[in-house]
């Protein structure tokens, strides 16, 4: 069975601080990995994908890796913010268009 | 980057009634379109797959005549949640794909926020 896992599901860190989320999969013939964040009561924003060929992905502060032999994707913020609160999401493609999710990891900056 | 939008983006409506949620893809064609639902602190979970003329693929647990999607147009899916309970108090997003192909990424709305009184 595919399943998608985040730890941890909340984490709370002070400003500044760098810090990794965690993705892991059961299925590792994946197509490739996308990480979302969910403001509360909203859509989801991408903001990286990554392709089974591709190792990693950076947009500004956010660098997102993908170890497709032990089934791993990190997140990791780099410079925490406020506005970096909200509940982060990773969801994996496998060929068949199914997106399989993770429950999400909620992030809380504290000022 | 393409955009999909839904409508309307909340929805409180009495239990029994029929509630209709529109999912447009703006500026591409999608061939294929999905409803997820989402509760509470849990994950999105796929409701259903529509291509574009063709009758919705339910996943499993899922009742169809319940939670009716059509997909008459490349720009437009609908999904009508009929007779509406509270326990279908939900947050539902749609997403768009362009082209057949599995591999062709999909585009997320913002979603709509139903409350069943």
């Known amino acids: 069975k595919q399943e998608v896992t985040q730890i941890p599901a909340a984490l709370s860190v002070p400003e500044g601080e760098n810090l990794v989320l965690n993705c892991s999969f059961t299925?590792?013939?994946?197509?490739?990995l996308q990480w979302f964040r969910q403001d509360p009561g909203k859509g989801l924003t991408s903001l990286l994908l990554?392709?089974?060929s591709q190792r990693e992905q950076t947009s500004g502060r956010l660098n997102a890796s993908l170890d497709k032999s032990s089934g791993r994707s990190t997140l990791y913020i780099a410079a925490s913010q406020p506005g970096d609160s909200a509940t982060y999401l990773c969801?994996?493609?496998?060929?068949?268009?199914?997106?399989?999710w993770g429950a999400g990891t909620k992030l809380i900056i504290k000022p | 980057g393409a955009v999909v939008s839904q409508h309307p983006s909340w929805v409180i409506c009495k239990s029994g009634t029929s509630v209709k949620i529109e999912c447009r893809s703006l500026?591409?064609?999608?061939?294929?379109m999905f409803w997820y639902r989402q509760f509470p602190k849990q994950s999105l979970m796929l409701m259903a797959t529509?291509?574009?003329?063709?009758?919705?693929?339910?996943e499993q647990g899922v009742e169809k005549d319940k939670f009716l999607i059509n997909h008459a147009s490349l720009t437009l899916s609908t999904l009508t949640v009929t007779s509406a309970h509270p326990e279908d108090s939900s947050f539902y997003i749609c997403?768009?794909?362009?082209?057949?192909?599995?591999?062709?990424?999909?585009?997320f709305g913002p979603g709509t926020r139903l409350t069943v009184l």
């Open positions: 997403s768009a794909a362009e082209g057949l192909s599995s591999y062709n990424e999909q585009f």
């Open positions: 500026d591409f064609q999608a061939t294929t």
């Open positions: 529509s291509n574009e003329g063709s009758k919705a693929t339910y």
């Open positions: 299925d590792s013939a994946i197509y490739n």
């Open positions: 990554i392709q089974s």
């Open positions: 969801a994996v493609r496998y060929s068949n268009y199914q997106l399989i």
